[in-house]
């Protein structure tokens, strides 16, 4: 896979809205989502991938069928609104979803590589 290019498409089995704590550490870290919308898998119906990759703890479980050649790789992230339910402050609630958004930047900083094994 080196050399080529890697387009993300993001989507879950349920939309939630824009996460307006994941707007603001997304924007620390240089990236506007502000214009993004949460989007049902329903939504991509048609478009073929190369991989799907779940992020999310119970997306192995509730994971649509993708048809098509598509390799299905699950890499697990916590959920930063799970997370941060214990949180006594907003600084600790912000603390959860900059982990998560940092535990992923890492992931995707080895992707096309991570993919391909």
């Given at each position: 896979?080196?050399?080529?290019?890697v387009?993300?498409?993001?989507a879950?089995?349920?939309t939630?809205?824009l996460?307006?704590?994941?707007?603001?550490?997304?924007a620390?870290?240089g990236?506007?989502?502000s214009?993004?919308k949460?989007?049902?898998v329903?939504?991509l119906?048609?478009a073929?991938?190369?991989?799907v990759?779940?992020v999310c703890?119970?997306?192995?479980e509730t994971c649509p069928?993708?048809p098509?050649?598509?390799?299905?790789?699950?890499?697990?992230f916590d959920?930063?609104?799970?997370l941060?339910?214990?949180a006594?402050s907003?600084?600790?609630?912000l603390?959860?979803?900059?982990?998560?958004r940092?535990e992923?930047?890492?992931f995707?900083?080895t992707?096309?590589?991570?993919?391909?094994?």
């Amino acid at each position: 896979m080196r050399g080529e290019c890697v387009e993300p498409c993001s989507a879950g089995i349920e939309t939630h809205g824009l996460n307006r704590r994941a707007v603001q550490v997304m924007a620390e870290a240089g990236v506007d989502i502000s214009g993004q919308k949460s989007k049902n898998v329903a939504e991509l119906r048609g478009a073929e991938f190369d991989f799907v990759v779940t992020v999310c703890s119970n997306a192995r479980e509730t994971c649509p069928v993708f048809p098509g050649q598509a390799k299905v790789v699950h890499v697990g992230f916590d959920d930063p609104p799970s997370l941060a339910r214990e949180a006594k402050s907003e600084e600790e609630v912000l603390a959860c979803y900059r982990r998560v958004r940092d535990e992923i930047r890492k992931f995707v900083e080895t992707l096309p590589e991570s993919l391909a094994e």
